[in-house]
């Protein structure tokens, strides 16, 4: 259904709900700013540009989403191909990639792929995001010990390497901001839950860091002062090629928002009881994604952790992902000079502690115990996210599984020889069926057990050619086969073709309804003819012995 949750929930909206999602929309506004300040720097923008992502998605996202609770906004599954993105084509072409993934969540919205996310397979997405963990964690070192070093490799093992070579340059009073603030973060929970730990660290280590004068560096001392004006609308100019090779990019963020929110709104449903509706919630993501860029934003989509804070501080309605939107604007707005104040140390260790949690790391250590399969698929993906590139490792990770797979339901489909003709008692036929005990000399039923596709036809073909005298009547029977694809039909028709070439007649039996829909739809029907497809194996046997006694 193309309606936003806002329209429905609006018609049962009371005071006393109207109460709770101000204040759990205020208490997510708060947790958002550390949060979208340090996302942004690790992505390689502006701090505000990360606040203006809050604001402008965050708002659409609840006002236009499928969900009752969702909290959007720029997250960490983001920061490692923004970061890329930016680094080769600049912020207009980050700006670009960002509205044609817009386009593309809607069109996918619209086309209804909301149910289709969850075809993707577990091993994959844990995989891209451990290994998106791993990249944040990694890109935080500098921040975190204060480094005095100069830029910082992009790639992974080039950044550790040039971390090492720079161990003698560590800040001490850098360390001590961090660990302080990564103490506040662990600890501030068992004494209070309400007022996010991060929120405590960050105001904690600022009014220290400036009343003391702490040598450290700050956001302002790095980045300069930050504008509070809100943003004007901003058209970016690239080249065609450069939109061109930016195609990939935007597909990828556009795939990573759509699993990201759908993953935060399931989870969601988990905790209030209630039901997304994931086409809008894509169509919503779009239209923030398209609306971000255009006011200096990068790219957003549903956060799980800010969704959940406001699940817990009793939000119910969209309202409350609106009035956190408000009052990220109105702090943005009369308080945003007072961000540069903030330690860079004190956002590296918010970010470790992001990264740990996104790592997901009993899981993925769950996931080793897993079928072998899908332990290379997780593996694989999440070593191509950290060595190489997200984009692929997504790519490889998707293929590799659907190959796996493909084996797999390959190697369960079975095809059996029940024969008249011998005694042979390797077939797994069922011996209480009495018709086996009827089958005439020159009559050989073929069994076919599982889905009859593209990967389980050699089988087929080989027992078929195994066969050391043809039978004058060969039957097929079909009352296992769940699935029939266009390589399983060409097999049969290849099968007719041979079969009447040696003078055996070709009968099918138990067909049921997704291949007998494939098979009355193709010529291949004409070339078996419809009088040799029966209902029962009994029915074909008795056609068997009138062409045997003929």
Known sequence: MFIPKL?????????????????????????????????????????????????????????????????????????????????????????????????????MGVAKFGTAIKFIPHPVIIGFTSGIAVIIFSGQIKDLLGLRMGDVPAEFLAKWLAFIEHLDAVTPAAV????????????????????????????????????????????????????????RPHAPHLTIAEVNALVGPAFTIAMLAAIESLLSAVVADGMIGGRHRSNMELVAQGIANIASPLFGGIPATGAIARTATNVKNGGRTPIAGMTHAVVLLLITLFFGQYAALIPLATLAAILVVVAYHMSEWRTFRAELHAPKSDVAVLLTTFGLTVLVDLTVAISVGMVL????????????????????DTDDDTTHADEMEPWRHAIPPGVSIFEI???????????????????????RVLIIRM???????????????DV?????????????????????????????LSELGAKNIFDSVEDALARAHQSLGA
């Open 176 to 231: 001590g901001v961090a660990a302080v603030s990564l103490a506040i973060i662990i600890l501030w929970p068992k004494l209070n839950q309400r007022i996010p730990g991060p929120f405590v660290a960050l105001i904690v280590s600022t009014v220290g860091v400036h009343l003391f004068g702490v040598p450290v560096e700050t956001i302002g001392s790095h980045f300069g002062a930050l504008s509070s004006a809100f943003p």
């Open 7 to 107: 329209i429905s929930t609006l018609r049962t909206y009371d005071r006393v709900q109207f109460g709770r999602d101000l204040v759990a929309g205020a208490i997510v506004g708060i947790v958002a700013i550390p949060l979208a300040i340090a996302f942004a720097i690790a992505s390689g923008v502006t701090p505000d540009r990360g606040l203006w992502t809050a604001i402008v998605a965050g708002f659409l996202i609840s006002a236009l989403g499928g969900s009752r609770v969702q909290i959007g906004g720029p997250t960490g599954a983001f920061v490692v191909i923004v970061y890329g993105i930016v680094q080769k084509y600049g912020i207009d072409g980050l700006t670009v990639a960002t509205l044609m993934a817009g386009v593309l969540l809607v069109i």
């Open 496 to 524: 007719i073709r041979r079969s009447r070439r040696a003078g055996s007649e070709v009968l099918v039996t138990e067909v049921q309804a997704q291949p007998l829909g494939a098979l009355t739809a193709s010529p291949l």
């Open 449 to 471: 057990n599982g889905p009859f596709f593209f990967g389980a036809v050699e089988a087929f073909r080989e027992t078929l050619d195994g066969i050391s005298e043809r039978p």
């Open 479 to 493: 009352r296992a086969v769940p699935a029939l694809d266009s390589t399983g039909l060409h097999a049969l028709s």
């Open 401 to 420: 599984a659907a190959f796996l797979f493909i084996r797999r339901m390959a190697s369960v489909t079975e095809v059996n020889i029940i024969s008249g």
